[in-house]
């Protein structure tokens, strides 16, 4: 069959012809190699996805962004009584630069008060995971999603609340 | 005579099908059986250095972008790369003859694959050049109200045919000109210039297993298409593409277009197995999966599938050892989606979910069950981390919440 034909001639021409260069013996998967590692590292293994208990009243929650966009954030925080964040919990619709920068900001607001999680700058989560600067959007709404948090939490009587990314 | 030499004492020296193919190709990882010792290995040892030294590359799932050369385009090409190596417009010598005739040799390749006449084959750089030679006429019309129709034959993005038989029909009769860009359709669906009317035709070499840096433009003579020069110089190629003609590439483009006469059928009977394989098993295993195009009127070689609730850019870096391409905003260089996906009035949220999948001559079966396998399992962990997904779990439509807006 040609196909066959087409195999053997292959492999003829590639086991007598040119030598390219020689590269380093590792994975050559295109999209990571775009990537820091940190963004890689955490977009495999995801800390704090799932969710919290969305009726409870120590428990506030953020929708961020629309799939038109291509970008939506889900996060859930637990606050104690003395206001301190207990747990966090995310989940992303978005490319692995944002599915990245909530992991890793699940993990930092954890153990802070409110008012310290507010002061989380996207900048600073861009830096941590050496996002390029088209992606820095990706953080800017985790950011946000803090914010609506904490909203929805001293406002115990109205459904989630969206805002606008700016 | 000097390569053939070569090539024998060479064959005779390295072990042929050394060891690496007898064991079961890696999965996924595909294990090039290209040694990559220093430049001063000697033959004899391609075994040794072969089973030693190995790069895991990603499978290639992306034909629609490039294809590999075929390596029966590659002999016909080598030993005008070595050997005859004379300009083909030199017209006083034998090295310039025996180029010309390679030359003229592969215009009636090219030619006899879209029913022309070899005197309407304009080589060029590529399918670029000879869409904008085409594009061109257009302002060097003589007729005030004469105008252009240019439409793709199949579409790169989402396969879809386009009914060019009937375009020309109305084309001729209005006395409108036609041009198609059949980039992605010479080779791999039968096309013939004059029963369907074309008038102006573009073809790439390398998404026809050809090299990449050459394509051809063809161009009607009766009745007689003019068009404008994109570049100036020598007069070559009668004046409408001005500078040498590169004689190892038409080459190849010639035996390209000559294999994929030969292997259309075949290719087109093959290739369709794989792709109905490939969305039927993810059709089964996953739900809210869309196949964007028309599925009637559709290569079958281009799969576009958008995964509801999934981004398209994530769902490509769980598949890192695929090369795969997204309509994806995030895989574009600006932040819009895929045109193409838009124009045919696919939802924003899932032209964002898209993968094209190129399934193409050298595509094996198994590296479709690989690929649709890690594709299922890495859409179902990412619906998982979707809280699209969640809410669709929870009976919310989605269609009726007030999103914000960028």
């Not at chain 1, 900001?105 to 700058?121: D, F, H, S």
């Not at chain 1, 820095?136 to 948090?149: D, N, Q």
């Not at chain 2, 005579?1 to 072990?15: F, G, I, Q, S, Y």
């Not at chain 2, 197995?273 to 490939?278: D, G, H, T, Y």
């Amino acid at each position: 069959m040609a196909a066959a034909g087409a195999g053997r001639l292959r492999r003829a021409a590639s086991a007598l012809l040119l030598r390219p260069p020689r590269l380093p013996a590792r994975e050559l998967s295109a999209p990571a190699r775009l990537y820091h590692k940190k963004v890689v590292d955490h977009y495999e293994n995801p800390r704090n996805v799932g969710s919290l208990d969305k009726t409870s009243k120590n428990v506030g929650t953020g929708l961020v962004g629309a799939p038109a966009c291509g970008d939506v954030m889900k996060l859930q925080i637990q606050v104690d009584e003395q206001g301190r964040i207990v747990d966090a919990r995310f989940k992303t619709f978005g490319c692995g630069s944002a599915i990245a920068s909530s992991s890793l900001a699940t993990e930092w607001v954890k153990g802070k008060t409110v008012e310290e999680a507010l002061t989380i700058k996207n900048t600073d989560i861009a830096k941590e995971l050496c996002l390029p600067p088209v992606k820095l959007h990706c953080s800017k709404a985790f950011t946000l999603g803090v914010c609506i948090c904490v909203y929805g939490m001293t406002q115990p009587s109205c459904a989630v609340p969206f805002s606008s990314l700016s | 005579m000097l390569l053939r030499t070569a090539w024998r004492r060479v064959a005779t020296t390295a072990p042929a099908a050394p060891g690496p193919r007898a064991k079961p190709p890696t999965r996924g990882l595909r294990l090039r059986g290209i040694d990559l010792t220093p430049q001063s290995a000697v033959a004899s040892d391609a075994a040794t250095a072969l089973e030693a030294e190995s790069v895991l590359r990603p499978l290639y799932m992306d034909v629609q972008a490039t294809t590999p050369l075929d390596p029966r385009v590659l002999d016909a090409m080598l030993p005008y790369l070595v050997n005859y190596y004379g300009n083909p417009h030199s017209r006083t010598h034998a090295y310039g003859w025996e180029s010309e005739a390679a030359m003229e040799c592969a215009r009636q390749q090219v030619a006899s694959l879209i029913g022309a006449d070899p005197r309407e084959i304009i080589f060029t750089s590529g399918a670029t050049e000879s869409n904008n030679i085409a594009i061109k006429e257009l302002e060097a019309a003589i007729q005030p109200d004469t105008s252009l129709v240019s439409v793709m034959t199949v579409n790169n993005e989402i396969g879809v045919k386009q009914p060019i038989k009937e375009i020309g029909q109305i084309c001729s009769s209005r006395k409108v000109y036609f041009h198609t860009d059949a980039a992605q359709a010479v080779g791999k669906i039968p096309l013939d210039v004059n029963d369907m009317k074309i008038d102006l035709m573009s073809i790439s070499g390398h998404k026809i297993y050809g090299p990449k840096g050459v394509g051809a433009i063809y161009i009607r003579r009766r009745p007689r298409v003019r068009v404008e020069a994109l570049q100036s110089g020598g007069g070559q190629e009668r004046g409408m593409r001005s500078g040498t003609v590169p004689t190892p590439l038409v080459v190849g483009l010639g035996a390209a277009c000559e294999v994929a006469q030969q292997e259309m059928e075949y290719d087109h009977k093959r290739i369709s197995k794989l792709a109905e394989r490939l969305i039927q098993k993810i059709m089964k295993s996953l739900p809210d999966v869309v196949m964007n195009g028309d599925p009637e009127h559709h290569y079958p070689g281009c799969i576009n599938l958008s995964f509801a609730y999934v981004e398209g850019e994530s769902l490509l870096m769980a598949l890192k050892d695929v090369a795969l391409s997204s309509g994806s905003a995030c895989t574009s260089a600006s932040l819009e989606p895929s045109y193409v996906l838009r124009a045919i009035g696919t939802d924003e949220d899932l032209a964002h979910s898209s993968i094209r999948f190129g399934i193409g001559r050298f595509t094996t079966e198994e590296e479709v069950d690989y690929t649709v396998e890690k594709c299922i399992h890495h859409v179902k962990r990412l619906r998982e981390m979707s809280p699209l997904w969640e809410m669709v779990q929870d009976g919310i439509d989605l269609k009726s919440i007030k999103w914000t807006q960028h």
